[in-house]
């Protein structure tokens, strides 16, 4: 009996000394990185199955692991993209503005610029906020349209430069209304001013101002004097330019 069970043993010991090592080393040591390509071939799968999300953790990794692989520059513009279709159109703005700086002689430069552009108007919410985001959007557009003519993405700029200068006309006529409803008549005439002055690209718009300047300009006279009336007149021509 004794010897069975030495026996046994024996053969348990000389079954660990010929596996137990890749046991070991399963369980116990580091696994290799993924590969650049693998990280990369991961991300576009990740983007086909519409998991952004992963796909954008794919593309970090690669590009915190290997920032001289040339898989990198492809994984730097698709982290933009990936964030930009799960709607985190900062942090795709911030990935595009990047890539931008550090790869300002990139063919992809136009497609960049544009994906800037399209992420800042994208955060666009409501005309009653603060439109920072719609004028950097509205510079970015710009660029493109002047840098790159030639480029596919100038004429969406072009569409795009209309919306963005729309939603800041939009935004100073809320204003200018808020002003006239409040009777702040002086306060909305200087606001409709400004957009007759500024955005003759919107006849519609400034057609509206128009009107809206006069009828603010007259209520805003009633509580003056005759004396402040007077000096009124001089910056009245100053301000518009339709008289």
């Known amino acids: 009996m004794r010897n069975r069970i ?22 116990f040591l580091p696994k290799p990185e993924d590969t650049a390509q693998e990280l990369y071939e991961a991300g576009v799968e990740s983007m086909k199955d519409k998991n952004y999300s992963q796909a954008s953790d794919f593309f970090a990794k690669l590009k915190d692991r290997y920032p001289f692989s040339p898989y990198t520059v492809k994984a730097e513009i698709s982290l933009g993209d990936s964030y930009f279709l799960d709607g985190k159109f900062f942090d795709a703005s911030e990935a595009y503005k990047e890539f931008a700086a550090l790869h300002p002689g990139n063919d992809e430069i136009p497609y960049v610029l544009f994906q800037i552009g399209l992420s800042n108007f994208s955060l666009f919410s409501s005309i009653d906020k603060p439109q920072q985001s719609v004028s950097e959007a509205l510079e970015y557009f710009y660029r493109v349209e002047e840098a790159y003519p030639d480029s596919e993405y100038a004429k969406s700029s072009k569409g795009y430069i209309i919306k963005c200068r729309r939603a800041l006309a939009d935004q100073e006529l809320y204003i200018a209304d808020f002003f006239w409803r409040s009777g702040k008549f002086g306060s909305a005439w200087k606001r409709y001013a400004f957009v007759v002055r500024n955005f003759k690209d919107l006849p519609e718009v400034r057609k509206y101002a128009i009107k809206q300047a006069e009828m603010s300009y007259y209520e805003y006279q009633k509580t003056l004097s005759q004396e402040e009336r007077e000096k009124l007149q001089g910056s009245w021509k100053e301000l518009v330019d339709w008289l």
């Open 6 to 27: 030495f026996c046994f043993i024996v053969c348990l010991i000389l079954m660990f000394c010929t596996t137990g090592c890749g046991v070991i080393d399963y369980y």
